[in-house]
């Protein structure tokens, strides 16, 4: 399968380009379907999902690489996938991002925590030495097959070591070979604005929107005039369906049937139609006997 390249996606958008996070192919199948040009394997939804647990680290390589691998049976929408810490050293960072490059990653994400890491908007975050990250990134770049694999570096440096720091990390992760710059946690607009002011120009910009997190909540337009290029919402989508399934058990609960919930509830001919089986019917008629 052809996919198209990340880089000409992010640099044909107007504004910023807003990354749903998906967390298996169904979810990223229905967020393709209403039309997002780039989308975001979140490593923090896939922790709530697959294993029903926060983020801290306890999701692995094999398990979002067999992910990876499942999305792209799907579709073929530029993925940014969340790589963590690379799992381990240099060399565990090389093999990530071969690993996932080879299942179909169009951006592969690197961050500066210590492991096990946690959610960048946690609190008790650590990280390695600046020295050790410059050289997973160059490990990383050294690694991909192809230079339309973007490799996103992010710092979670802010809350550790204040926003200065922060900076400084950046400037190195981008001599390093970084394609886009991420830091984690901005906690004001104004912090914002300096990120735009210093790297937009250089490097495109990735801001996480979280909600209830401690970074500004802000639309797309706002951060793109701020210098943001690329906008992830990683665990939106799992929030909103938690709180959907829970109004539906919720339901099912009192009611003993689902009828009462029924106009909340796609049809099973819909699901069908959403998850191709009308295609697949039609594929399979041709090797009938």
């Known amino acids: 399968m052809t996919y198209p390249l990340l880089s000409e996606v992010i640099r044909q958008t107007q504004g910023a380009l807003v990354a749903p996070g998906v967390f298996d192919a169904f979810t990223a199948t229905l967020a393709a379907q209403a039309g997002f040009e780039c989308l975001y ?32 049976d799907r579709i073929d929408t530029p993925l940014i996938v969340d790589a963590d810490t690379g799992y381990g050293n240099a060399l565990n960072t090389q093999r990530t991002v071969r690993m996932f490059e080879r299942y179909g990653a169009s951006g592969i994400q690197l961050e500066d925590q210590t492991f096990p890491k946690r959610c960048g908007h946690l609190q008790g975050k ?30 979670d440096a802010i809350a550790v070591e204040g926003f200065d ?9 981008l001599e390093a ?32 929107m979280v909600e209830g997190g401690r970074t500004p909540v802000a639309n797309a337009d706002a951060l793109a005039d701020m210098g943001f290029k690329v906008v992830i919402f990683p665990g939106g989508m799992a929030r909103a369906l938690l709180r959907c399934a829970q109004d539906y058990l919720s ?35 041709k090797y009938n006997a």
């Open 177 to 208: 070979g970084a394609d886009i710059l991420f830091v984690e946690a901005p906690e004001s607009r104004e912090q914002q604005l300096q990120l735009g002011e210093r790297f937009a120009r250089r490097v495109p910009l990735l801001a996480n």
């Open 165 to 173: 720091r922060a900076l400084e990390r950046a400037e190195r992760y």
């Open 251 to 285: 339901s099912l609960k009192e009611h003993g049937s689902t009828q009462p919930f029924r106009a909340r509830m796609a049809g099973f001919d819909e699901l069908n139609t959403v998850i191709g089986l009308p295609e697949l019917l039609t594929v399979s008629s």
């Open 126 to 155: 650590s990280l390695i030495s600046p020295d050790e990250m410059v050289g997973k990134l160059k490990a990383a770049v050294d690694a991909r097959q192809h230079e339309h694999t973007l490799i996103v570096a992010r710092t």
């Open 41 to 72: 394997l979140s490593g923090a939804s896939i922790a709530y999902t697959r294993l029903g647990r926060p983020d801290l680290g306890l999701v692995t390589m094999s398990e979002v690489a067999d992910t990876v691998a499942a999305i792209r």
